[in-house]
C-alpha cells in the first residue's frame, strides 16, 4: 500500500508539477478510462468534419476516392498504431465513408450497392474469362484487360498459402490441387494412375456407406498416402468444396500473413 501523499512527495522530490488533466500527447490520449468510444469520439468528428465542408460536398466520383483512401482512413490509423478502437467506432467510421461515397444525407438517404461477394464484376470475370472452370484453372484468355492481368498474376502469389477443404469433392482435382491435410498440408506424391489424372476427390468417396471408398484409395495410392486420406474425417457431401488461407489465425485470407 502506497501513503495518499505518496503523489506530492514524488513531485518534490523530482521537481515537478501536478497538472489538473491529463492532455493528448502527439493527438493521442494519454490515459485511458473507461469508455473508449468517450475518449476516441474526436476521430469520429475529425472525420465528420473533413465530408462536411462545402468542397467535398462537390467532389467527383474521383475525388471522394481520394479523399476516402488519402485523408478519411488515414485519421483512424494513426491511433491505430497504438489502440485498438472499438468495434461500434469501427462500424460508425465505415458507415460515414458508405454513406459520403453513396451520397447519403441526413435529409436524404441513398442505397448502398455493395452486396461484395455478389458483386456484378465478378460475374463479369467468370464469364468473359472462366465460364466453365473455375478461378484457380482459368487461362488468361485471348486479349485480357490490365485488371485480369493483375489479378492473374496474384493468383499464382495466392496458390501456395491456399488448401481445399473437402466436402462433395466435385471442385477438387485429385493430383493438381491440395487437399490432403491432417497435422500437416502436404501434396500428394503419388504419381497417378493411367487414366486417373484429371480425377476428382468425388470418385473417393463412397455415399452410399457415407465413408472413404477404402478398396479405391488403397489401389490408387501409396500406403502411406492412402492412410493419410482414410484417416481424414468423412465430409459433409451436401456442401460445396472451398478453398481456405492455412497461414492465418482463422481461414480467411490475412495480407499479413501473406507477407510473412
Not at 102 to 117: D, F, L, Y
Not at 120 to 135: E, L, R
Request: charged share 25%; aromatic share 12%; net charge positive.
Amino acid at each position: 500500500m502506497y501513503p495518499v501523499n505518496c503523489g506530492v512527495e514524488l513531485w518534490r522530490n523530482r521537481g515537478v508539477s501536478e497538472v489538473s488533466d491529463h492532455q493528448k500527447y502527439l493527438g493521442l490520449p494519454s490515459t485511458i478510462g473507461r469508455s473508449k468510444k468517450e475518449i476516441f469520439a474526436s476521430i469520429l468528428e475529425r472525420v465528420r468534419a473533413k465530408i462536411e465542408g462545402g468542397q467535398a460536398t462537390t467532389l467527383s466520383r474521383a475525388g471522394k476516392e481520394v479523399l476516402i483512401k488519402v485523408v478519411l482512413q488515414a485519421i483512424p490509423c494513426y491511433a491505430m498504431q497504438c489502440f485498438k478502437l472499438p468495434t461500434t467506432l469501427c462500424q460508425e467510421l465505415e458507415r460515414i465513408m458508405a454513406n459520403f461515397w453513396w451520397g447519403s444525407t441526413k435529409e436524404k438517404r441513398k442505397p448502398h450497392w455493395v452486396a461484395w461477394r455478389s458483386k456484378m464484376g465478378a460475374w463479369t470475370f467468370k464469364a468473359k474469362y472462366y465460364p466453365d472452370c473455375s478461378f484457380w484453372d482459368a487461362s488468361l484468355g485471348s486479349n485480357p484487360s490490365f485488371t485480369w492481368l493483375d489479378i492473374a498474376e496474384a493468383r499464382d502469389y495466392l496458390r501456395p498459402g491456399c488448401i481445399w477443404t473437402v466436402d462433395n469433392g466435385v471442385d477438387i482435382w485429385v493430383w493438381k490441387d491440395t487437399w490432403v491435410h491432417k497435422d500437416k498440408v502436404r501434396k500428394l506424391v503419388t504419381p497417378p494412375p493411367l487414366g486417373f489424372e484429371n480425377a476428382r476427390v468425388s470418385i473417393l468417396l463412397d455415399l452410399e456407406r457415407n465413408c472413404w471408398d477404402e478398396d479405391l484409395i488403397n489401389d490408387l495410392f501409396l500406403p502411406c498416402e492412402a492412410q493419410l486420406i482414410l484417416d481424414m474425417p468423412f465430409p459433409n457431401t451436401n456442401l460445396c468444396d472451398q478453398v481456405v488461407w492455412k497461414h492465418g489465425s482463422g481461414r480467411g485470407f490475412e495480407v499479413k500473413s501473406a507477407y510473412q
